[in-house]
């Protein structure tokens, strides 16, 4: 599940960690971070808008 979480962030260019887990209750807690910077997509739009 972790993997394919990360690789949908890393499509839309974002990071996915784990910011905290618990070995005593079942969790985990994930993190989405972006560098900050706009990323521009590299996929051209079919039309664009007028």
């Known amino acids: 599940m972790l993997s394919s979480i990360r690789r949908q962030a890393n ?3 974002f990071t996915v960690g ?8 079942p969790m ?4 989405c971070e972006r560098s900050g ?3 521009v997509s590299k ?6 808008a007028t």
């Open 18 to 25: 784990i910011k905290r887990s618990s070995i005593q209750n």
């Open 43 to 48: 996929k051209r739009l079919k039309h664009e």
């Open 37 to 39: 910077d706009h990323k």
């Open 11 to 13: 499509r839309a260019g």
């Open 28 to 31: 985990l807690e994930l993190m």
